[in-house]
């Protein structure tokens, strides 16, 4: 079922009807499939320009399938994703490569996207080169702005990832994905490595950016903490699938999915004045490469009922904009 985020006009970003099924297969030469993993099973949602969309669940609940997708680095089995109404998966050559900079990512590790043998201003000037932007003059300055627009000094360019803390070279990859002033950054786990002490720091500047520059954000994290700060809107998905979609606020304030409940249950007794009932979760998430059947929550779900693992419950929108997909709501 396609649910749509938000009412109004056409989104940065939509995702629509999208699956994502991998093969897997035994032998090597004469390789057989045996069946299919549905990493991401009907996922639908909008970001809007210069919003925060938050995305949450357990590993393997398919949100780096989805964020990939995203990036344009898989393609979808089913359903399209379309930035200002134009599907992506049809681009090509140039608008291809206008795709890669109008959409950055800003990965968990910043070492990743940091060439540890290129000082850090050679290494957020790339895509400015790659694109042409300037001549080297222009280049240069742009990069100190980078650098001074993330909170380091413009000297710094000369240095090189090693001589930076950890914060510092989250600062710089963020530097990078901003060079080609793109309108959606894919933040994966931005903060999760960072020391408790400097991550207020680091939201705070990706707040301010988002603030100046208008940029959208799909947050992907497992730390609510950092959700509940950043995100305008909230996905939650559980294997594959989303089980409750809503603005940030009417989510933490009315959780109504008993997985919500339990993934927040035990952070939301940390948050003083918070009425919360603290929830176990039952057992390992299943193997995607065999969900359950019905709803596919059944096997740890504290309020399972008799039909839950005959029938898949639809995302249904419970009161204004919040969805949930639970037979409790039926
Ligand atoms: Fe639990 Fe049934 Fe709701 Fe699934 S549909 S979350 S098993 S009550």
Not at 91 to 117: C, H, I, M
Not at 142 to 166: I, K, T
Not at 170 to 188: E, T
Request: aromatic letters at 6%; hydrophobic letters at 40%.
């Amino acid at each position: 079922m396609s649910v749509q985020a938000h009412d109004g006009g056409q989104p940065l970003l939509r995702v629509e009807g999208v699956r994502k099924h991998f093969a897997f297969t035994k032998g090597i030469l004469f390789a057989k499939t045996l069946g299919h993993v549905k990493a991401v099973d009907d996922v639908s949602f909008d970001i809007r320009a210069g919003e925060t969309l938050g995305l949450v669940g357990e590993s393997g609940c398919g949100k780096t399938t989805t964020s990939r997708m995203i990036l344009n680095l898989e393609a979808p089995t089913e359903g399209r994703i379309l930035l200002d109404g134009e599907p992506i998966h049809a681009l090509k050559g140039e608008a291809l490569k206008a795709y890669r900079t109008k959409v950055q990512a800003v990965f968990q590790d910043p070492w990743s996207s940091l060439n540890p043998r290129m000082k850090v201003g050679r290494t957020i000037a790339e895509s400015l080169i790659v694109n042409a932007w300037g001549d080297r003059a222009r280049i240069d300055e742009r990069v100190r702005e980078l650098l001074v627009q993330v909170g380091l000094r413009p000297e710094q360019a000369q240095q090189y990832p090693h001589e930076f803390s950890g914060g510092q070279r989250q600062r710089v990859a963020l530097a990078a994905a901003l060079a080609s002033r793109p309108r959606l950054i894919v933040l994966d786990e931005p903060v999760s490595a960072l020391d408790v002490s400097i991550r207020a720091q680091m939201m705070n500047l990706l707040k301010d950016i988002q603030a100046k520059d208008d940029v959208a954000y799909l947050l992907v994290a497992h730390d609510l903490a950092t959700v509940r700060h950043m995100a305008d809107h909230t996905v939650v998905m559980y294997l594959g699938k989303i089980v409750e979609r809503a603005p940030t606020a009417a989510l933490f304030d009315d959780v109504r999915h008993p997985y919500t409940k339990a993934l927040f249950s035990a952070v939301l007794v940390a948050w003083p004045g918070q009425a919360a009932e603290e929830i176990e979760l039952r057992g390992e998430v299943p193997s995607p490469l065999d969900p359950p059947s019905g709803c596919r929550f059944h096997t740890r779900c504290p309020y399972v009922m008799a039909h839950c693992s005959q029938r898949e419950p639809a995302l249904r929108e419970v009161s204004p904009d919040h969805f949930v997909a639970c037979h409790l709501f039926e």
